[in-house]
């Protein structure tokens, strides 16, 4: 019989507890000083980023979304525009094409759940422009297939990493494949601020220099508005927050590994689960286990037991895909993304886990389909 223990799907107050002496002295150090927007720490953190993920280019935005709007306008997507895009994804992924006046042209994912690379090609057109892959729970996509595909249509990449940060294919770092590739720092992102915070990169002088206007009201560097801008700014604390993060940054993707390779080896047989790719299963794939999202027969139903035993989940974006919000009015046959949604469970993931935390999840969950 087991002994009740009680784990949340995410420990929020444990991404300040443990440093709480540390970053209060940075954050103090950042207030003192009177630095709010666009100041050193803000640029130190993109220095850094653009250093980590091996970019010439990383701006800090007020959001992923915003990010992604920013990087599609610099594609020149506009009204008549098709942009490819995977309906197993947060609408903050389809909003900004929209946004533009384009059309979100939703596809299927493969069995790894990311955007299927063959459902890409055959939703092409000739109005489509670009093609938004989209990097999720710590996974880079097939990049070869996808940037093949874009050189064989003259189509321009631009990526959505916000779950994808520190996740490789073949050496190369999600978000540096394309035009530009966006992230979120949301607090619960493998690495997150206190609040909303993303970022733009990109390896393209031309879309660099329009990003460091775009995001701060169209401004140049003197100060004189020379083109359309908005307001996307990532604030100089979460900079600074971030900067402080980013340092341990390695250490936490691996741990999320290690996490990974425990639910791998005690799940990977049992009847009825559909695991992602364990930590080391494919050469191509250096993944950070963002989230851990498998699939479940009956998913309900064991979602329903590990409850019963303290042990919360989440169905990612409420449990389902774009294009099944009825209200936004996708008219789009897309069956294997609808089976899997109907299966998509996520088991608690982040570094306050401990193994018996983790052992005790394997344990419910294993004493479900026994007793099944």
């Not at 733009?200 to 995001?215: G, H, I, S, Y």
């Not at 005690?266 to 009847?271: I, T």
């Amino acid at each position: 019989m087991l002994t009740r223990r009680q784990i949340p799907f995410f420990n929020y107050p444990a991404l300040f507890a443990p440093d709480e002496q540390e970053l209060m002295a940075l954050m103090r150090d950042v207030l003192s000083r009177g630095a709010y927007i666009l100041q050193k720490d803000l640029k130190e953190f993109e220095a850094a980023l653009a250093k980590y993920l091996n970019v010439k280019h990383a701006f800090g935005m007020a959001d992923g979304t915003n990010a992604i709007v920013l990087a599609l306008r610099a594609a020149n997507v506009g009204p008549g525009d098709e942009v490819i895009v995977p309906s197993h994804t947060f609408i903050a992924s389809v909003y900004p094409i929209k946004s533009l006046g384009a059309t979100p042209v939703l596809v299927e994912c493969g069995d790894d759940h990311l955007i299927d690379p063959k459902a890409v090609e055959a939703a092409i057109t000739k109005r489509t422009k670009v093609i938004l892959p989209v990097h999720l729970n710590g996974r880079t996509c097939n990049m070869a297939a996808i940037q093949d595909i874009a050189t064989r249509h003259g189509l321009q990449i631009v990526e959505d990493a916000a779950q994808g940060l520190g996740s490789t294919f073949r050496g190369r770092h999600a978000g540096t494949f394309g035009l530009a590739g966006t992230f979120s720092f949301y607090p619960a992102k493998s690495l997150g601020c206190f609040g909303d915070g993303g970022a733009l990169v990109t390896n393209d002088d031309q879309v660099a220099e329009k990003m460091e206007m775009w995001r701060d009201h169209g401004r140049n560097k003197d100060g004189v508005v020379a083109d359309w801008g908005t307001n996307c700014r990532l604030d100089n604390l979460q900079a600074a927050v971030l900067s402080y993060k980013l340092k341990k940054f390695d250490a936490a993707v691996a741990r999320r590994r290690e996490i990974a390779g425990l639910y791998d080896r005690r799940l990977r047989k049992v009847e009825g689960l559909m695991l992602p790719p364990g930590p080391d299963a494919h050469p191509d794939h250096y993944d950070v286990f963002q989230n851990y999202e498998m699939q479940a027969v009956r998913r309900d139903e064991l979602r329903a037991y590990l409850e019963q035993y303290g042990v919360r989940t989440l169905l990612q974006w409420g449990g389902r895909a774009v294009h099944q919000f009825d209200k936004l009015g996708f008219n789009v046959n897309l069956p294997k993304t609808t089976l899997m949604t109907s299966r998509f469970i996520m088991l608690p993931m982040n570094t306050s886990l401990s193994d018996e935390d983790v052992s005790y999840i394997c344990d419910v969950i294993e004493q479900f389909h026994a007793k099944a």
